[in-house]
């Protein structure tokens, strides 16, 4: 038993206080083809995983990360006169938008940028809610349907998402707008309106329509996994057909909900599109707010201030969710 | 209440629910389509008539027409770079071990989670910085960064089901390593790798929030020219412009679909 152990503390040492024999014997086995042929593919295998994973990595290493990190830094800066960058260290701009209203060409926001972000995050939960509620059922169903055209079914809740975003946001404008669908809809039957666009509502129906799918597939995924037989067995053991949805079908499609709820959260609070045709100056959200000081305030220092804040949060809700389920399967269903 | 109701009708509800939530989702869509035919300057329900008046303003106007090729260009450059990282990638992290693999995967998917804006705005203050011009390089690198993450998860789903055992047979005949990577890998994971890049391309194609910071008045693309009519005029030419970008990212995909029966669309989800 301890002889085992002193030879066990021997083979930790660096190999010239190791006795002679060790040494000896690992210079025959690395002068043996076989072992060197073994050890050559082993740093190949390396090399290549360097090469092959590390390009990807490398790529966004330098066109998403090193970008950020630059905002970063642009972050402690200060917007000088006419948009230039006054190079000095300074936590002014976090100051502002977390302490101060906000001054955007001389128009002053009545909501500080922490309201805007509030009303990204309101948007975003509602519009979860929203897809989770309308997008089960047809996810349910298409999970269990046995209709020969289930794929045709599928192929429609995925090709919205090859139609380009602008266009999908912009068809509501025509759905919700002055001369538009429910208007003229509504005028039939003597009910008079301005249209519904450039309101809460409006944004986030908009949202709803756009991340539908994110929500159905994963909950389809999960739906067809499983299988007949406990629900059938449930039946058999006397559960309505609704306790048995309850107890069987519903917890095993959690995953499914899950994924799904946090994808069109995070897609959600996150865009631009949405407020910017179908909302009015109140709807804003983050994003826009962003972008209206990058590109039109042109005060690259707040607008990177205000995007490291938002990733901040993101990254919180990220971390916050990894908890419960790991961003991997997110991807996987 | 419920435990009333039959099977089939609890089952006929469920697909009832289904169809109203289809109308949701294409409605809009085939509405777009159907105004685009109607010949008035403002939108009517039903149309008063079928014209070609707006696609005959569309295809007459250059300025459209440059940026529907300005976007072409830029979707197919991404289409290609995105499809070559994204496949090389894939193949690094579903073959090989090494540490923090997870952790790192979720770097390649983090320009689908971090808003386009942020991307937008971070690419140009930095590209801008170290003095790159706005051109389509420009265009081409920061679209392939945002369609890098579907590129890879399409590859990568698709290696995870690939059989290596035939390469193995492919060595053992005589094959070199390029030889077998050639024409034994590439054709059976070329069907993830096709859907991954032409889901790649008509994204870029469509690309609006990130890319209003990248362009030039010479390098304007498409889902910028119809952003700028909504906002300015809204002329019923963006429904003529809207279907035929529709024709080219979702009409044509499909065709070519059906015709090599390959299923590439459904493979993308």
Avoid: C
């Avoid at chain 2, 989670?113 to 389509?136: C, E, H, R, W």
Wanted: avoid cysteine.
């Amino acid at each position: 038993m301890s002889e085992r152990h002193e030879t066990r503390a021997e083979d930790l040492r660096p190999a010239s206080s190791q006795p002679l024999r060790f040494r000896v014997w690992t210079a025959v086995l690395r002068a043996d083809p076989v072992v060197r042929g073994i050890q050559v593919v082993k740093r190949r295998e390396r090399l290549l995983t360097v090469l092959q994973a590390g390009l990807g990595l490398a790529w966004m290493a330098l066109f998403l990360l090193a970008p950020l990190v630059y905002i970063l830094s642009l972050s402690f800066w200060q917007r000088g006169a006419g948009g230039t960058i006054v190079y000095e260290a300074t936590v002014a701009n976090y100051q502002e938008i977390l302490l101060q209203n906000v001054d955007l060409l001389g128009w002053q926001i009545g909501n500080t940028y922490l309201l805007i972000l509030w009303q990204s995050l309101k948007f975003g939960f509602l519009t979860t809610v929203a897809t989770l509620a309308l997008g089960y059922v047809p996810g349910y169903f298409l999970g269990r349907t046995e209709s020969r055209y289930r794929s045709l079914l599928l192929l429609f809740v995925v090709l919205p998402f090859w139609v380009p975003l602008i266009i999908r946001y912009y068809a509501w404008i025509l759905v919700l707008g002055n001369d538009g669908l429910i208007t003229t809809v509504l005028g039939w039957v003597g009910v008079a309106s301005n249209g519904y666009l450039y309101n809460d509502v409006a944004v986030v129906t908009g949202l709803v329509q756009v991340l539908l799918p994110f929500m159905i597939l994963p909950i389809y995924n999960t739906v067809n996994k499983i299988d007949d037989e406990y629900i059938e067995s449930a039946k058999t053991m006397g559960a309505s057909p609704l306790r048995a949805f309850y107890e069987v079908t519903l917890p095993l499609s959690l995953p499914g909900i899950s994924a799904g709820s946090i994808l069109v959260f995070i897609l959600a609070v996150g865009s631009f599109m949405a407020p910017a045709l179908l909302g009015g100056p109140a709807n804003m959200m983050v994003a826009n707010l962003i972008s209206q000081t990058f590109g039109q305030a042109f005060d690259w220092p707040l607008a990177s201030a205000m995007a490291m804040v938002y990733l901040v949060v993101l990254f919180a809700i990220i971390t916050v969710f990894n908890r419960f389920v790991g961003l991997e399967e997110v991807f996987d269903q | 209440m419920s435990t009333r109701l039959s099977d089939d009708a609890r089952w006929n509800a469920i697909r009832g629910a289904t169809g109203l939530l289809y109308l949701f989702l294409l409605l809009p869509l085939f509405i777009v389509v159907l105004i685009s035919f109607n010949p008035t300057q403002y939108a009517a329900f039903p149309p008063e008539g079928l014209s070609l008046t707006w696609y005959q303003k569309f295809f007459a106007s250059e300025r459209l027409l440059d940026a529907l090729v300005s976007s072409f260009v830029v979707a197919a450059g991404s289409a290609l770079v995105a499809g070559a990282v994204g496949l090389i990638s894939a193949i690094g992290f579903v073959r090989r071990d090494f540490q923090y693999k997870s952790v790192l995967s979720s770097l390649l998917f983090l320009p689908m989670l971090i808003s386009p804006v942020v991307i937008g705005v971070a690419l140009t203050a930095f590209l801008t910085d170290v003095g790159m011009q706005k051109n389509y390089l420009f265009l081409i690198l920061g679209h392939s960064t945002l369609v890098l993450p579907y590129v890879f998860v399409t590859v990568r789903a698709q290696l995870f089901g690939f059989d290596r055992s035939i390469e193995e047979a492919a060595l053992t005949l005589g094959a070199n390593e390029l030889e077998t990577f050639v024409e034994v890998t590439l054709p059976s994971i070329m069907p993830g790798l096709a859907a991954g890049m032409l889901l790649a391309f008509v994204i870029s194609f469509g690309e609006f929030t990130a890319t209003q910071f990248w362009v030039q008045p010479d390098t304007v693309t498409a889902p910028i020219e119809i952003y700028t009519m909504v906002r300015t005029s809204l002329t019923p030419e963006i429904n003529a412009m809207a279907t035929v970008l529709m024709i080219i990212t979702v009409v044509i995909p499909l065709l070519l679909d059906v015709a090599l029966g390959k299923n590439l669309i459904l493979k993308s989800a």
